[in-house]
């Protein structure tokens, strides 16, 4: 499943918040968008999923205008995992990740056996096996997270939108659920605030700066100690992991003479 973005420009208030993006998203890549906080990382993937319609521009989904798609045809299509984890009301944790189904059912249609089998196996995928029978609303930040990327799993589309989805989580689930991610073999953009794990798990990397795309690679060319100073304002080390064979980054204090 390929994604193309193109020309997409956004505002609000008339202040551009972007501009001028082109992305282009190979079927099976796992493609990575990075910046500062502000720079419009969350707007792109937004104007893509339709929860903000661009000022201009087209997002093609397969050869098709994904702006003309009815929305449970897109449900079926692309999964979403936010920022945010607030719902409006209280639901059991087997119930929310149920809801990862209903793209695939009519309105009146109950969950089949397949369906329950896929719920299961969403939850036991994100560590939430035991957790079925518990009420959304007590959980803690980073159980809930993981709670909504078990319906995304549910969903079963072959395209993955992240928008930050690990922020909530310690660092053995952030990995844990990147690897997830990794093994479906979906196509997948995923907005990532930590440089190192989109190091680790991106095929390729958007940086963007001031709602524009900076510059576009795979990690190795684009992690590098000038482009961070360029476009973060801090000093860093970067090199080729021993083990991990990835771009490893260390951040330096701005006390250090270098």
């Known amino acids: 499943m390929r994604l193309q973005v193109e020309n997409l420009s956004f505002s609000y208030d008339e202040i551009n918040i972007i501009e001028d993006v082109f992305l282009d998203v190979a079927k099976g890549e796992f493609v990575g968008l990075i910046g500062p906080n502000g720079s419009g990382k969350s707007t792109i993937l937004k104007n893509i999923y339709r929860a903000l319609m661009p000022d201009n521009g087209a997002v093609i989904l397969d050869g098709e205008d994904l702006y003309k798609m009815n929305i449970k045809k897109l449900a079926t299509k692309i999964g979403v995992v936010g920022q945010e984890n607030f719902l409006p009301f209280d639901f059991k944790v087997e119930e929310i990740v149920a809801m990862g189904r209903s793209p695939h059912k009519k309105l009146f249609d109950r969950d089949t056996k397949e369906d329950k089998e896929i719920i299961d196996k969403s939850l036991m995928q994100t560590g939430m096996g035991t957790m079925a029978q518990r009420n959304y609303i007590h959980l803690s930040g980073g159980e809930k997270q993981r709670v909504l990327i078990a319906r995304v799993l549910a969903q079963q589309t ?7 989805p690990t922020n909530h989580l ?6 844990q659920m990147f690897d997830l991610v990794k093994g479906l073999e979906a196509t997948v ?4 605030h930590d440089l190192n794990i989109a190091a680790l798990y991106c095929d390729k990397i958007f940086v963007i700066k001031e709602g524009r795309i900076f510059r576009a690679g795979t990690p190795e060319e684009i992690l590098t100690s000038a482009m961070i100073y360029e476009v973060y304002g801090i000093k860093a080390d970067v090199i080729i992991h021993p083990v991990t064979k990835k771009v490893s980054i260390t951040y330096l204090p701005e006390s250090l003479k270098i």
Do not use: G, N
């Not at 072959?158 to 930050?164: A, P, Q, V």
């Not at 310690?170 to 990995?175: F, P, R, V």
């Open 158 to 164: 072959d395209f993955i939108l992240l928008d930050e």
């Open 170 to 175: 310690d660092i053995q689930y952030q990995l």
């Open 189 to 192: 953009l995923a907005a990532i």
